[in-house]
């Protein structure tokens, strides 16, 4: 049952607000328009099973009337986690599979009041020879310029006038996962790191992935000690190793407990996916601080 159905436009732009915590920013930004204007809920669609449909939430966070086109694109994945938007020619690689020509949404370009909500409906089409296999694209949501933006002053450089428009989108990743598929985690490469923490504990992590499919979940650092209850030092929600990538590499940011400098104890590192109904332990690593 899809909840959202039975929850008001008010109650769901509320949600939204106190959700909506980044945001895939793709230029620079003016001081009249910021990535942050536009919330978009939920930041991931996954189709599975019998799903053949979906909503996606949007909300105008600015003072100002914002327009929206949508278009999917193709993004690729490296071993940081960055997303890379692909050229519109470029072909999947070994293992890569676009999901783009099995969806259609609605509508495709949106007008929002200040501090409006608007629902973009998906759905999926998938052909009865479709190979088994899991298909991703990524639903891009794109600011259009305002007659405002095109009437500020133009900069001028060695005598050529240029206007700068900044352009800005968030996109999500649409998934399509088709047939038996199954994927495995495992943790490796523990290690502390205190590069570009300021000083502060950083634990590097690598998540090696294999398997027909992307595995998505919470990635937590728990201290344990002797005689004292397991306190969690660090989280990464929603992380995700994309097919056809084998790892991906992170910087985990600690948070330190008052009085300790993570001597005498053990730092253990779980990889969790969370379902409507359950949870499972994808994978988990521990690392021994003498």
């Known amino acids: ?147 405002e933006d095109a009437a500020k002053p133009d900069s001028v450089k060695k005598g050529v006038r240029i206007k700068l428009i900044p352009l800005y989108g968030v996109t999500i990743p649409v998934i399509v996962r088709h047939g038996k598929l199954q994927a495995t985690s495992s943790i490796t490469g523990l290690h502390l790191d205190a590069k570009g923490g300021q000083g502060k504990a950083n634990l590097a992590i690598t998540i090696e992935r294999k398997g027909s499919c992307s595995t998505i979940g919470n990635l937590e650092a728990l201290w344990k000690t002797a005689g004292k209850r397991d306190v969690s030092v660090g989280m990464i929600k929603g992380l995700a190793v994309y097919t056809p990538n084998a790892r991906r590499t992170i910087v985990m940011p600690l948070a330190v407990p008052k009085g300790s400098d993570l001597r005498g104890g053990q730092l253990i590192v779980r990889y969790i996916e969370h379902g409507e109904e359950s949870e499972r332990l994808l994978a988990e690593g521990r690392l021994a601080v003498p």
Not at 62 to 69: K, L, P, T
Not at 76 to 82: L, V, W
């Open 1 to 147: 049952m899809n909840i959202w159905k039975k929850i008001s436009p008010l109650v769901i732009a509320a949600l939204i607000l106190l959700s909506h915590k980044a945001f895939a920013a793709d230029s620079p930004t003016s001081e009249n328009s910021s990535p942050q204007d536009l919330a978009v809920t939920p930041t991931r669609i996954v189709f599975e099973g019998p799903m053949r449909t979906a909503e996606v939430f949007l909300l105008n966070r600015s003072d100002r009337v914002r327009s929206y086109a949508m278009e999917f694109v193709q993004c690729r994945m490296d071993e940081k986690g960055e997303l890379k938007e692909l050229d519109k020619a470029a072909k999947p690689e070994a293992d890569e599979r676009f999901g783009d020509s099995y969806l259609r949404f609605t509508p495709r370009r949106v007008i929002l009041e200040p501090h409006q909500s608007q629902v973009v409906r998906l759905q999926l089409r998938k052909p009865l020879d479709l190979a088994e296999g899991e298909y991703r694209s990524h639903l891009k949501f794109r600011l259009i310029p305002t007659a």
